[in-house]
């Protein structure tokens, strides 16, 4: 037992931690995973270490640098005229593209079987695959001088690979051949050969494609030739029949005339229809004429102009006026007015009938008189149509002689001009390739297009070696932190109390420190944390801490039994009335800590129903009694326990204190916690960190729900300062300024985790 300072208890006025949180399987948090990695920060280092110092020298040994060998070609775009002295594009029309077609030639198997030929006598690392045998050798250069086929192969291998590259230079007019190799000088030596190799290859094409082209161009200026002599002469005798070859005035003639005729043809036509048309009404023209408005007015003078008519009409008009005068004077029924209507009646229809004979012998007069004038009328329109008629027939012949004259003669001028374009063309052509072939003849005598621009030599150094490193401790720190973190999932056990509630999702009632940067400042410490427990139980009850309390752990050595007593000293020290009990009868350790005498069954003694007082121990230095138990019946342990009065006797004990707590066997261990956890009135779950188990606790939890008893939350002992719910507290005390006078006294409060996990005690 330690000696260690007292400090006056304070007012934690601290709300309880929500400690209700997500379970395991709900996302975990990053700090939780980058805290876990820090405390195995070991084998991170360690897996760093031995990859280091094995991966680096061997990149040092077994990597070589590259070295980048360049040569370039430069292909002009841009030629100047011999003649002129100008800038000319000459044959290049797209030269991107041209530098490409080039580029390829470089490494085509043309220039390849030429570079290994070159390179034969070579004793390079490059062909190390080579045949080695002397008569395999000598086979090959007896084959007319041929290269070895090994060698080709190679080096379209390393093409292939781009270990050799041909490409051209954006924005400039060099294509540059490299190789990239860790033997320097040999990379210049095949550079080099590829570029002799590929400027043989291209002035023999050249001097052969320009002779190729001089040839083709000299028999197509031989055949446009013969074609302007036969287009010549083919016009010639077109013009013969004429005397000409220039027809168009002739045409132009001969158009106006076929214009003339068509007119007249045209006028003809248009007299024939308007005969026709006058035949047609002549033959129409009596209906016509009788129906017309001038007929029915000479129709109206003639029956007007006839004496009785004209005697009817005045006396109807006089008789009329009288029956106006009478019917003024006379009644409707009158005789003499009814005589005069009816003579007006009858004078009336006597004027109707004559009106009516009168324009029947009018037109009768009119009918003989049309017929007569129309027959005259019909022969002479019959004889003028008859005569259009010939006239026209005979005006369209001529015609169609003169029009088919006419188009003759167009065709023959079609043909003639046609012809002149073929040979306007023909000669153009003739020209152009005269003067093709001169251009050709000179650019023979101008400087080439194609020229080395610089040999062969190292340009850049590649060594990967650098980054390799880099790259090699980047991956064994990953794997290291991987490693550490994988070490970090596999371990179950419980360190902070975010574990707790993360894994577990039971309550937290808080935690007591066991690493402070202090040790002189771990019982200040230490009080703090049971004091910050004492509130957080009372807010668990309504403001008070339950009577009975039953402390016990998931397994051994999960300092259950140090909380108990350090719990029942702080209760004491806070002027409670507190009683002890050891209840675990397979393994009572509370005697042995506290120092008390041998011997002592008090706990067996109560339970079987003997005297209470004296059983009980009284420890001064704590301020709390004690109530020890005897391993020596640990047989009988459970069935001591489920005795019938067990629980009226702890019941009969606890009124007589303000608490009892009770140190019960582990969960998993025995059933004695279920047993004890029923008479209590409630049950705190200790746990130590970095020791209890998630699994471990989970279980136990469960072992407790399944037995219906009220479970207050847990208690994680020994945790470091950084995570204890109050981590700011030692900050805060150990800042204040002391006061002065103060008196301190050393008295034995608490029970420290050090001391029990020092003396070996399964607690």
């Excluded at 050798?137 to 290269?147: D, E, R, S, Y």
């Excluded at 095949?190 to 043989?200: C, L, Q, S, T």
């Excluded at 002469?233 to 005035?249: C, K, R």
């Excluded at 006061?739 to 029990?756: D, P």
Aim: charged fraction near 25%; glycine fraction near 6%; proline fraction near 3%.
């Amino acid at each position: 037992m330690n000696d260690l300072k007292k400090h006056h208890d304070q007012v934690i006025e601290q709300r309880l931690s929500n400690s209700h949180g997500a379970s395991e399987s709900e996302t975990p948090s990053a700090s939780g995973s980058i805290t876990g990695i820090l405390r195995r920060w070991y084998i991170a280092l360690l897996v760093f270490l031995l990859l280091c110092s094995a991966g680096i020298p061997a990149i040092w040994f077994l990597i070589k640098p590259v070295y980048g060998v360049i040569g370039a070609i430069r292909v002009a775009p841009i030629l100047s005229n011999i003649l002129t002295g100008k800038a000319d594009s000459g044959e290049v029309s797209n030269y991107q593209s041209f530098m490409y077609t080039q580029a390829e030639m470089i490494t085509s198997d043309q220039v390849v079987q030429r570079v290994a030929y070159d390179l034969r006598d070579k004793d390079m690392s490059f062909f190390k695959n080579e045949p080695t045998d002397l008569m395999t050798k000598l086979k090959q250069k007896l084959k007319n001088g041929a290269v070895s086929s090994d060698r080709a192969s190679m080096l379209k291998q390393g093409i292939n690979n781009e270990v050799i590259t041909a490409l051209p230079t954006r924005r400039t007019e060099l294509i540059k051949v490299t190789m990239e190799s860790t033997n320097p000088g040999e990379a210049r030596q095949i550079v080099d050969g590829f570029i002799g190799a590929y400027m043989a290859v291209e002035v023999d094409s050249s001097i052969q494609g320009q002779n190729r082209k001089l040839n083709v161009l000299h028999e197509q200026r031989a055949g446009f030739a013969t074609k302007l002599e036969d287009k010549r002469n083919e016009i010639s005798q077109l013009a013969q029949e004429y005397g000409t070859s220039t027809l168009g005035d002739r045409h132009q003639m001969m158009l106006q005339r076929v214009a003339s005729l068509l007119a007249e043809l045209t006028k003809v036509e248009g007299r024939r229809f308007f005969l026709e048309a006058q035949l047609q009404s002549a033959k129409d023209n009596t209906e016509l004429v009788v129906g017309s408005q001038e007929v029915l007015k000479m129709r109206r003078d003639y029956v007007n102009s006839d004496q009785t008519v004209t005697m009817l009409t005045a006396n109807i008009a006089k008789l009329d006026q009288d029956l106006i005068v009478l019917s003024q004077s006379l009644a409707s029924t009158n005789p003499k007015l009814k005589r005069k209507q009816e003579v007006l009646k009858i004078l009336r229809t006597r004027l109707v009938e004559k009106k009516k004979e009168l324009s029947e012998s009018f037109d009768n007069l009119m009918a003989e008189q049309v017929n007569k004038i129309s027959n005259n009328k019909l022969a002479d329109i019959q004889t003028e149509l008859q005569q259009t008629v010939v006239f026209e027939k005979h005006l369209r012949e001529i015609y169609k002689a003169e029009d088919a004259n006419t188009i003759d003669l167009g065709r023959k001028q079609l043909t003639i001009d046609g012809m002149r374009d073929q040979l306007k063309l023909i000669e153009e052509m003739h020209i152009t390739i005269r003067r093709r072939i001169q251009e050709l003849e000179m650019e023979q005598k101008q400087p080439a297009r194609i020229s080395v621009a610089y040999q062969a030599d190292v340009r850049y150094i590649e060594d990967k070696r650098i980054k390799l490193t880099m790259a090699l401790m980047f991956g064994a720190a990953a794997i290291g932190v991987l490693l550490a973190f994988l070490k970090d999932k596999a371990d179950q056990s419980l360190r902070t109390p975010e574990d707790v509630v993360r894994r577990i999702g039971i309550q937290m009632i808080g935690t007591t420190t066991g690493f402070i940067r202090s040790e002189k400042m771990l019982p200040q410490q230490m009080v703090e944390d049971l004091q910050a427990i004492r509130a957080n139980l009372g807010l668990l009850d309504g403001g008070n801490i339950p009577k009975k309390l039953v402390i016990t752990s998931a397994g051994p050595r999960d300092g259950k039994t140090t909380f108990a007593i350090n719990l029942a000293t702080s209760l004491s020290k806070a002027g409670k009335k507190v009683l002890l009990i050891d209840g675990d009868l397979r393994k009572p350790d509370i005697r042995w800590l506290l120092d008390l005498p041998s011997g002592c069954r008090g706990l067996h003694d109560v339970l079987w129903g003997r005297n209470f007082d004296s059983a009980i121990r009284y420890v001064r230095s704590a301020g709390f009694d004690v109530l020890t138990a005897d391993s020596r019946d640990m047989s009988d342990a459970f069935e001591l326990l489920s005795l019938p009065r067990v629980g009226e006797h702890i019941d009969e004990i606890g009124r007589l204190y303000d608490h009892v707590i009770i140190d019960t066997s582990p969960v998993l261990a025995f059933p004695d916690a279920l047993v004890w956890a029923r008479i209590a009135d409630g049950v705190i779950l200790a746990s130590l960190a970095g020791k209890t188990t998630a699994p471990d606790l989970m279980e136990a939890n469960r072992k407790l729900s399944n037995a219906n008893v009220k479970i207050l939350g847990t208690v994680l002992t020994n945790v470091r300062m950084g995570h204890s719910y109050y981590r700011y507290g030692y900050d805060y005390n150990g800042g204040s300024r002391p006061r002065k006078n103060a008196k301190q006294r050393n008295r034995n409060l608490l029970l420290s985790m050090e001391s029990f996990e020092d003396s070996g005690v399964n607690s």
